[in-house]
């Protein structure tokens, strides 16, 4: 089976600027065979608007227009979705919030059988962040997001960040980038 990877960058970093997150999901996607798919997505840089939950009213959601469309076609196209988010105040960033709550209409799209899809894919995390306890919130609301949709669990790879640079000097998780993407998930 040939992979098709998503890369979800959802750091707020002015455009331009390489965070520490976003260049270990570079070295990990680098360790990929050639010819592996690799469609990668700045959401912050994208038209994501609020989700509105209308699970009580109309229940259903008419399909998504502009970036959100292009989000879902690039959701569904992938066999792995890979979240390239720091840690911000013990959380995900905002960007990535918004994206994940807009699963929720996705479910509900006449059409659309979402949650059926997503359980064909396997979930990953990519995170920095100045001590993994830090990280350990959002690590587990990810984790949750992957069991509700019957999601195969691709693990976290988490490195020491901070200023600038900082995570190109922690050798295990740079060590780690290398087997991240092609390691079985479970």
């Known amino acids: 089976m040939s992979h098709n990877f998503l890369f979800l960058v959802t750091s707020t970093r002015e455009p331009g600027h390489l965070g520490n997150t976003e260049w270990l999901a ?28 209308q699970r009580h009213t109309s ?3 008419a399909p998504p227009t502009g970036d959100m469309k292009t989000l879902l076609e690039a959701t569904l196209a992938a066999t792995d979705i890979v979240l390239v988010a720091p840690v911000y105040w013990y959380s995900i960033p905002a960007p990535l919030k918004t994206y994940i709550d ?9 059409g659309i059988d979402f949650k059926g899809a997503m359980a064909q894919k396997t979930l ?31 693990g976290v790879l988490w490195g020491k960040g901070g ?23 479970h």
């Open 26 to 53: 570079r070295q990990a996607a680098a360790a990929l065979p050639e010819g592996t798919t690799q469609t990668w997505h700045q959401l912050a840089q994208m038209a994501l608007p609020a989700f509105v939950d």
């Open 59 to 61: 229940g259903t959601y």
């Open 102 to 110: 807009h699963w929720s209409g996705w479910m509900r799209t006449p």
């Open 124 to 154: 990953r995390l990519v995170t920095t962040s100045g001590d993994r306890a830090k990280a350990q919130p959002m690590i587990d609301s990810v984790k949750l997001c992957a069991q509700f949709l019957s999601m195969a669990d691709g």
């Open 163 to 185: 200023p600038p640079n900082a995570v190109q000097a922690d050798a295990e998780a740079v060590a780690q980038a290398a087997t991240f993407l092609t390691a079985r998930a």
